[in-house]
Structure formats: C-alpha cells, structure tokens
C-alpha cells in the first residue's frame, strides 16, 4: 500500500494535468451539445409556433390525423353501402323485352303486346295484353330463370323474354 501512496505522489503533477485536460475536453464537448441542442430547440419553436389560426403545429398534425381516420371510416361505410347496393340491384330490373303484335284480324293495328321485365338472373314477369272489340285483357305469368313453369308461354311472350335478354347481351358486348 506504501508503494501505491508513494508512485501518487511521485506522478501527482501528471494526474492533474490528466485530469485537468480530460475535464476541459469535456466541458468544451458539453458546450458544443449545449450550442447544438440550443440551436435545434429554436428550430423546434419556430416550426412549432402558433400560426395565424391560432394553433401550432403539433395541433394542425392532431386535427389532421383526426380528420384522415374520420375520413377513412367514412370511406369504409361508403364501401359498405355501395356493396349493398350493388347487392340490390341484382333483384332490380334491368333486361326489358316488347313484342307488339296483332293476334286477330278484325282488330287493325298492333294493339296487343307481351313485356317481359327480367332482373339479372331472368327472374321477374311477363305481362301479355290482348285488345279486342268485346275488351282488353291483361295477364301476368312470373319468370324464374327465364321460363315459367307454371303457365305455358304464348310465342309472344317467350319473344319478349328472348329480346329482353338479348338486349342485356348485346349492351355488354358493346361495353367490352
């Protein structure tokens, strides 16, 4: 322990200039971070200070980010409507076939007319009216999958039905 006591005080110069110059070196390191963090807070406050509406930035990035997620909810629900919809409007309907025609002599003109009105899978009715001197008539026979199964189909009718879904192929055709 004497050896220990005896090698400081021998090199006690040499430790405190040591010491003395790792200090200095770190206080100018110190205060070169002090400079930087000072220069970039004043960065920080002059792009985070209050604007002419009267907030700052940090509040205009809140409000933002408020508005982006009200927006991609709202954009969600849209999605979500429009699916149903176009859900819907498979039963809606969109293929529409007319036939006039004249079943008897007597009666001039085509008074009559069968009208198929089809939805996007050929469900739906064909109305058939039949005008003649002693009155007009007017029948409804429903339509799955473009036939119908319960009533048998005057030509008339099953041309209403063939032109409605014609006319739904050929507007596609078009479109491609």
Known sequence: ????????????????????????IMTI??????????KLKKR?????KTTESGQNLEEMLAEYLDKVQWMSDQHDKIVNHISDINDRLGYCIQKVGIVRYNP???????????????????NG???NSI???EGCYTYCKPIEHG???RYKLSAE???????AIEAKKKKKDKKE
């Open 157 to 163: 009718e099953m041309e209403s039905i063939d032109r």
């Open 1 to 24: 322990m004497e050896q220990v006591i005896e090698f400081l005080n021998q090199y006690s110069a040499y430790f405190l200039i040591g010491t003395m110059s790792v200090t200095f």
């Open 125 to 127: 009715a064909v109305l």
């Open 29 to 38: 390191i110190a205060i070169s971070a002090l400079a930087k963090a000072s």
């Open 44 to 48: 920080i406050d002059s792009f985070m």
């Open 104 to 122: 008897f002599d007597e009666v001039g003109g085509d008074l009559c007319f069968a009208i198929a009105l089809l939805d996007e899978k050929n």
């Open 131 to 133: 005008y003649s001197r």
């Open 147 to 149: 036939s119908c199964e």
